[in-house]
């Protein structure tokens, strides 16, 4: 049997009602949210269950929310006995992916990417930036395309590289707009705009990196207990002084994850298990590579679905 990656969705998956049905059912997984809820301050888990969408959609609230139920997914999936080889998560996912790794606390990680999602919010006033999905163009086509707009005054770059065919960009309004056109003019398929409330992982986001050293500073990062796969270059980490640096360079560069999934692949991973709401990376993983096998928990259901399945292949 191959190697196991477990992988934790980011931002944009969230959805009201999550993680309810496993704190109902598991007293600890109801102690874990009382956990974020004491580290915050104020009650996530009462916009996670309630909502409404608009304030769980909040970066500074969806950022924690996310990594708060994907760590519960994981708590009530360990008892399975199913661990990972190596763990990934897509740009929010990856402090995900650094809690289940034992680099940070899971108090501290959930203080962390609030405080990372006011950053990111605070970064570029709303409106002057966003985010565009461009579908079916080359990386190397597009790369073309951000450049001119940029050496024409207006900032855009590559921001997610999700998988073959689909690559988010990034930067500002005018500069995303610019450059939508051109990609569909040279070829693109599509280019979806994104409901975002700033252009993540773009330059414009580096005047957020000082206030986020700050935060990591505060905070307690130990080397990780398996190696997590880096968003910024998709190589591996485990030595907290490099994952803190890497953590400051994700926030203003692109997210590799064609890349990260094909670098796991080549270190013989060929069992990818996405931990948290939505099947987003489970998507994404099958465009990249269908010979490996993917698979999403995300409540009690799925887990013992999934459990049952591993099992059954391991024995």
Same mark, same amino acid.
């Given at each position: 049997?191959?190697?196991?990656?477990?992988?934790? $969705?980011?931002?944009?998956?969230?959805?009201?009602?999550?993680?309810?049905?496993?704190?109902?059912?598991?007293?600890?997984?109801?102690?874990?949210?009382?956990?974020?809820?004491?580290?915050?301050?104020?009650?996530?888990?009462?916009?996670?269950?309630?909502?409404?969408?608009?304030?769980?959609?909040?970066?500074?609230?969806?950022?924690?929310?996310?990594?708060?139920?994907?760590?519960?997914?994981?708590?009530?999936?360990?008892?399975?006995?199913?661990?990972?080889?190596?763990?990934?998560?897509?740009?929010?996912?990856?402090?995900?992916?650094?809690?289940?790794?034992?680099?940070?606390?899971?108090?501290?990680?959930?203080?962390?990417?609030?405080?990372?999602?006011?950053?990111?919010?605070?970064?570029?006033?709303?409106?002057?930036?966003?985010?565009?999905?461009?579908?079916?163009?080359?990386?190397?086509?597009?790369?073309?395309?951000?450049?001119?707009?940029?050496?024409?005054?207006?900032?855009?770059?590559?921001?997610?590289?999700?998988?073959?065919?689909?690559?988010?960009?990034?930067?500002?309004?005018?500069?995303?707009?610019?450059?939508?056109?051109?990609?569909?003019?040279?070829?693109?398929?599509?280019?979806?705009?994104?409901?975002?409330?700033? $252009?993540?992982?773009?330059?414009?986001?580096?005047?957020?990196?000082?206030?986020?050293?700050?935060?990591?500073?505060?905070?307690?990062?130990?080397?990780?207990?398996?190696?997590?796969?880096?968003?910024?270059?998709?190589?591996?980490?485990?030595?907290?002084?490099?994952?803190?640096?890497?953590?400051?360079?994700?926030?203003?560069?692109?997210?590799?994850?064609?890349?990260?999934?094909?670098?796991?692949?080549?270190?013989?991973?060929?069992?990818?298990?996405?931990?948290?709401?939505?099947?987003?990376?489970?998507?994404?993983?099958?465009?990249?590579?269908?010979?490996?096998?993917?698979?999403?928990?995300?409540?009690?259901?799925?887990?013992?679905?999934?459990?049952?399945?591993?099992?059954?292949?391991?024995?």
């Amino acid at each position: 049997m191959g190697k196991i990656a477990f992988v934790f $969705p980011g931002q944009g998956s969230q959805v009201v009602g999550m993680g309810q049905q496993l704190a109902d059912q598991h007293e600890d997984i109801r102690q874990l949210f009382m956990k974020a809820d004491e580290r915050l301050g104020f009650s996530l888990s009462d916009i996670m269950f309630n909502g409404p969408q608009e304030t769980l959609t909040l970066t500074m609230n969806a950022q924690p929310a996310l990594l708060a139920t994907s760590m519960a997914v994981l708590q009530r999936f360990s008892e399975e006995g199913i661990v990972p080889d190596y763990v990934a998560g897509h740009s929010l996912g990856e402090y995900t992916a650094l809690t289940a790794a034992g680099a940070l606390s899971f108090e501290d990680a959930v203080y962390a990417v609030h405080k990372r999602g006011q950053c990111m919010e605070e970064a570029v006033p709303a409106g002057e930036g966003t985010m565009a999905a461009v579908l079916g163009m080359e990386r190397s086509v597009l790369q073309e395309v951000v450049d001119e707009v940029t050496a024409n005054g207006n900032a855009v770059g590559l921001a997610n590289l999700n998988c073959p065919g689909q690559i988010v960009i990034s930067g500002t309004k005018t500069g995303v707009e610019q450059a939508s056109e051109l990609a569909k003019e040279k070829g693109a398929k599509r280019v979806l705009p994104l409901n975002v409330s700033g $252009p993540f992982h773009s330059s414009l986001m580096k005047p957020a990196t000082e206030q986020l050293e700050a935060v990591l500073n505060e905070i307690e990062l130990d080397d990780s207990r398996v190696p997590v796969m880096a968003n910024v270059d998709a190589k591996l980490v485990q030595q907290a002084d490099e994952i803190k640096q890497k953590l400051l360079q994700q926030l203003y560069s692109p997210v590799l994850w064609e890349d990260s999934v094909e670098a796991l692949i080549a270190e013989g991973v060929d069992t990818f298990i996405e931990i948290g709401p939505g099947k987003v990376l489970s998507g994404l993983i099958k465009k990249i590579n269908r010979q490996v096998r993917t698979f999403a928990i995300q409540d009690e259901e799925s887990i013992q679905t999934v459990a049952a399945q591993l099992k059954e292949v391991s024995q």
